[in-house]
C-alpha cells in the first residue's frame, strides 16, 4: 500500500473537521474560488485526494439539490496517483453554485461574498485543499498556495494578514 505525504494526510485531517453546513460551506467556497475553471461556462477542479474529491461531490450535490450534479473522470498518472477531474456540467447548476456563494470569474474575495468571520478558517482550509500542500514540519517547514490569479493571491494574502496577523 502506498505511504501518503504529509501534505495529503493534512488535508484528510482537515476534511474530518468539517463537522457542520456552514463550515462546508465555507470550504466548498474556498475550493471553489481555488479550482482550475471558474466560470459561468465551466467549474472544474481537479484533485488527487479521493477524500476531497467526495467532499466537493457530495456538498455541490447538496446545494443544487442534484446527485448528479458533479461529473467524474479519474486519470491515473504514471507515478501511481490517480487525479480526480470533477466538473459541473450542467448551466443550471453551475449558475446555482455561483449565485449561492455569490461567485464570479473575478474570484475576488471581496465582503460581499466572504462568508462570517468565524469562518475564515474553513474558507482557507478550502483553498489549501484546491491548491495547498504543505512539507513535514519535522523535516523542512514550507506552506505554499498555487493560486490562479495574482489578483486572488493579493486578496488572500491580505485576508490572512488581516485576520491572522
Request: with cysteine; glycine share 2%; net charge negative.
Given at each position: 500500500m502506498k505511504e501518503?505525504?504529509?501534505?495529503?494526510?493534512?488535508?484528510?485531517?482537515?476534511?474530518?473537521?468539517?463537522?457542520s453546513k456552514p463550515k462546508a460551506d465555507a470550504c466548498l467556497m474556498g475550493i471553489l474560488i481555488a479550482c482550475n475553471n471558474l466560470c459561468s461556462d465551466e467549474i472544474l477542479f481537479l484533485t488527487e485526494h479521493k477524500s476531497v474529491a467526495d467532499f466537493f461531490k457530495l456538498n455541490?450535490?447538496?446545494?443544487?439539490?442534484?446527485?448528479?450534479?458533479?461529473?467524474?473522470?479519474?486519470?491515473?498518472?504514471?507515478?501511481?496517483?490517480?487525479?480526480y477531474s470533477l466538473s459541473i456540467e450542467s448551466e443550471k447548476n453551475r449558475l446555482k453554485?455561483?449565485?449561492?456563494?455569490?461567485?464570479?470569474s473575478s474570484r475576488k474575495l471581496t465582503q460581499n461574498v466572504l462568508p462570517k468571520s468565524k469562518f475564515y478558517p474553513q474558507l482557507i482550509s478550502g483553498i489549501?485543499?484546491?491548491?495547498?500542500?504543505?512539507?513535514?514540519?519535522?523535516?523542512?517547514?514550507?506552506?505554499?498556495?498555487v493560486l490562479p490569479t495574482l489578483e486572488l493571491c493579493n486578496d488572500f494574502g491580505a485576508l490572512i494578514i488581516d485576520n491572522f496577523n
Open positions: 501518503h505525504s504529509f501534505s495529503y494526510n493534512v488535508k484528510e485531517e482537515i476534511i474530518s473537521k468539517i463537522n455541490v450535490s447538496r446545494i443544487c439539490e442534484d446527485d448528479n450534479a458533479v461529473s467524474e473522470q479519474t486519470v491515473e498518472k504514471k507515478n501511481e496517483i490517480t487525479l453554485i455561483l449565485n449561492y456563494f455569490r461567485l464570479d489549501f485543499l484546491s491548491c495547498g500542500s504543505v512539507n513535514n514540519p519535522n523535516r523542512t517547514y514550507h506552506l505554499e498556495f
